[in-house]
């Protein structure tokens, strides 16, 4: 397992401001990310990396058997039982309502991010931005305070029309995450497989969204979400 462990002499000098240091289980499906994120906590005992998980399948079991202060996750994670993304933070805020959240991840799409943060993620770092900036999340997210990056930040503020901006806001957080992995790419049964959902209500989500868009086929859908931002 990659996970740093504090050595003998590291655990002696931080015994008396044990409570200082910030317990985090550490997800994401990249080992080489994984392997960076223990390296930059571990430089100034920010946090204890406790736990890592590298599917969405392993998190929930991780998390089941470690107890920890902040869960820093990838938004996007392999592991058909819980999938990814919302429908995954929004299950983890069901099951672990006390556990603080930091969204470690690479998407910079405006409406993602807001639905993010709709679904009370208050704390979301780029992949793109220094690591300082990981660590001044995880002190925010203990503190109970919002906390963005400056790519997530330029991001929250990009222009996007009025009309835009309306439309994607009506559809819900299922509706969105179908979206945004069909323009991604996905086919609607590797949606549906992907969320554990059937292919049936996976095009049902699809085709009420578009309803909502005021779009009426996929090469529509396209245009919308590259004018949007919802297509990465």
Partial sequence: MLCWRPSARRRGRVTNAAREVI???????????????????SVEDVAQVVACAFNSTELFNTLDSHECDVLVSDYVMSGADFG?????????????PSLKLVVLTSIDNRIVLRALEDL??????SKGDLPEHLRRALCAACRGEPYRSPRIQAAMTSTMTESSSEGVSHLTRCEVEVVRLFLSGFSLGEIAEKFSRSKQTVSAQKRAAMRKLDV???IDLVRYGVRSGLAA
């Avoid at 499906?29 to 392997?35: A, E």
């Avoid at 990814?84 to 672990?96: H, K, T």
């Avoid at 009370?120 to 770092?125: E, F, H, S």
């Fill in 23 to 41: 317990r985090v289980v550490l997800a994401d499906g990249h080992p080489i990310c994984v392997k960076g994120v223990q390296i930059e906590l």
């Fill in 84 to 96: 990814d993304g919302l429908s995954m933070f929004a299950r983890i805020q069901e099951r672990y």
């Fill in 120 to 125: 009370g993620v208050r704390a979301i770092v």
């Fill in 216 to 218: 009426h086929n996929d």
